[in-house]
């Protein structure tokens, strides 16, 4: 949620230019209406304003689910006026989001046998998921450090600079340091022997990432636990592993099924995923699965009994829709592993194809990797002209909405621009993505050549102009000299 910022006029009004077939006065922009306006002007008035947001097809900065077969938008639309909450009244909705659990553990690795149930919960993205992973992995530190009679105030977590910010916002609000490692030139990942380096008696865990932001790389959570083991086996401590799947959590199992990554690891005890990812379903769900219900301390959990019977719930936030679980768990039954693996694999092609169009430019350098995210990050070859800020302000122009940025420390004087490729993002898309980015290329050296001309003029212009100057200044030193001289004579 961003926080609101701007000075706001009292006086300032919404105008809309369909809206006056209703309504003949302007509405208060900031300020609650004193009457009612009919439902069509109300529609139109805000239809008209969205008509400036950006088409989210061509948004290439967001990870997030961006369209969905037209039968799911129905379950949606037939499940939005359900609280998720209330187990008792939509003990259906509940019995869903505890199969999209199972699935999504099975698809893990958790040790879960055949008659037992899978621990997690669904999230509202996973940003909350990491939240109640570091608060399980705070108390169990805690709880730990207590029966050991040892100091339990000053935790830390370790993870890589280029976590998401909710890694910082967990770690802010719940009074956890943060123990970054830096990043370097070359290697835009958290460096597992760095980590390992790091850890001490107060690290409540590490967080690997499956999927970087910033090159969709995924981290070797295998050597992390193996490192980690070792240390341990060493020091006498249990320092524990959190996966980070917000991105890769729906590509690996499905494209690098060999990689060790999950709850094949003994030191993974919890992993998030976001399903409004490569999840494929609209923004506003994620999940939280633990290992086994001893790596979720029960004193987190509440009881409650005032919506009809005993539910237990591990959340933030307490209301919340139904409608988002429904779509999880419609496209798990509608795809399946196959229709999964289909579409990660055309994703990745497709990426592929975005990658070698861009490097056919011969101006960028591409950083992501091969094995990771379905995305392009690259960087300029030669930022003397123009930078990749300049090429994403121009690419606006024609719709897209790339994103530019630069790394974090200590790696934070490379600038990047980053593709998103989502299941909406096609070949066609692609290619012609690259065309615009070449006429963004081209327009901007077509400018730095104006530049550079103009500077040359200028330049001339303020030699020239010295040139009168000088000349200026010897005429009056002659002319001063010479009535000083006057005056001397005449004295």
Same mark, same amino acid.
């Given at each position: 949620? =961003? ?9 300032? /009004? ?21 009457? +009612?306006? @009919?439902?069509? &002007? ?48 939509? @003990? ?12 999504? =553990? ?8 055949? +008659? ?8 509202? *993205?996973?940003?909350? %998921? ?8 705070? $108390?169990?530190?805690?709880? $730990? ?9 000053? @935790? ?27 990043? #370097?030139? *070359? ?20 967080? %690997? ?33 959190? !996966?980070? &799947? %917000? ?28 399903? /409004? ?79 070698? *169009? ?14 990771? !995210?379905?995305?392009? %990050? ?18 606006? $122009? ?12 200590? &790696?934070?004087?490379? &600038? ?13 898309? =692609? ?18 050549? #104006? *530049? =550079? ?39």
């Amino acid at each position: 949620m =961003a926080i609101t910022t701007r000075v706001t006029d009292s006086e300032e /009004h919404v105008h809309s230019t369909f809206g006056t077939r209703y309504v003949r006065d302007p509405l208060p922009r900031y300020k609650m209406p004193e009457k +009612s306006i @009919p439902k069509d &002007a109300a529609y139109q008035i805000i239809n008209d304003e969205l008509m400036l947001d950006g088409n989210p097809r061509l948004n290439l900065a967001s990870f997030v689910t961006t369209w969905m077969e037209p039968e799911c938008d129905k379950l949606i639309m037939a499940s939005i006026n359900k609280n998720y909450v209330d187990m008792d009244e939509y @003990p259906v909705t509940t019995e869903l989001q505890n199969r999209c659990v199972n699935m999504i =553990a099975h698809l893990f690795n958790a040790p879960v046998g055949e +008659s037992e149930t899978a621990i997690g919960v669904g999230t509202v *993205g996973s940003s909350e %998921a990491i939240m109640l992973a570091g608060l399980a992995f705070k $108390r169990k530190w805690q709880q $730990r450090r207590r029966a050991q009679g040892l100091p339990c105030d000053k @935790p830390n977590m370790v993870t890589g600079a280029n976590v998401q910010v909710c890694w910082e916002k967990f770690a802010r609000y719940f009074e956890v340091e943060l123990k970054e490692v830096k990043l #370097r030139e *070359g290697y835009y990942v958290m460096d597992p022997e760095k980590a390992v380096e790091m850890v001490d008696e107060n690290t409540i865990c590490v967080a %690997a990432i499956l999927g970087s932001t910033l090159t969709g790389e995924f981290e070797d959570v295998k050597a992390l636990n193996d490192l980690l083991t070792k240390k341990n086996a060493e020091t006498g401590w249990d320092t524990p592993i959190h !996966v980070d &799947a %917000a991105s890769g959590g729906f590509i690996a199992p499905f494209l690098y099924p060999d990689l060790e990554w999950d709850f094949r690891l003994p030191l993974v005890k919890s992993i998030n995923v976001s399903g /409004h990812k490569y999840g494929l379903v609209y923004a506003g769900v994620g999940w939280a699965i633990w290992r086994t219900k001893d790596d979720l301390p029960d004193d987190l959990v509440f009881h409650i009994n005032y919506l009809g019977a005993d539910q237990p719930t591990f959340t933030l936030n307490f209301s919340k829709g139904s409608s988002q679980i429904i779509a999880q768990y419609y496209q798990f039954i509608r795809l399946g592993f196959e229709g999964y693996r289909n579409i990660i694999q055309n994703c990745m092609e497709n990426a592929r194809v975005l990658k070698e *169009g861009i490097e056919r430019t011969g101006q960028f350098e591409v950083l992501s990797k091969d094995v990771g !995210v379905p995305l392009v %990050a690259f960087m300029l070859k030669d930022t003397t002209k123009h930078t990749v800020f300049h090429i994403a302000e121009g690419l606006r $122009r024609f719709g897209w909405i790339v994103p530019a940025y630069t790394m974090p420390a200590d &790696a934070q004087h490379i &600038a990047v621009l980053r593709v998103v490729i989502r299941e909406d993002f096609n070949r066609s898309l =692609a290619m012609r993505l690259v065309t615009d980015i070449e006429k963004v290329l081209g327009e901007l050296e077509v400018r730095a050549n #104006r *530049g =550079a001309t103009k500077t040359h003029v200028d330049s001339d212009e303020k030699l020239a102009k010295k040139t009168v100057e000088q000349i200026q200044e010897e005429v009056t030193r002659h002319w001063k000299k010479f009535v000083q001289g006057r005056k001397t004579i005449v004295c």
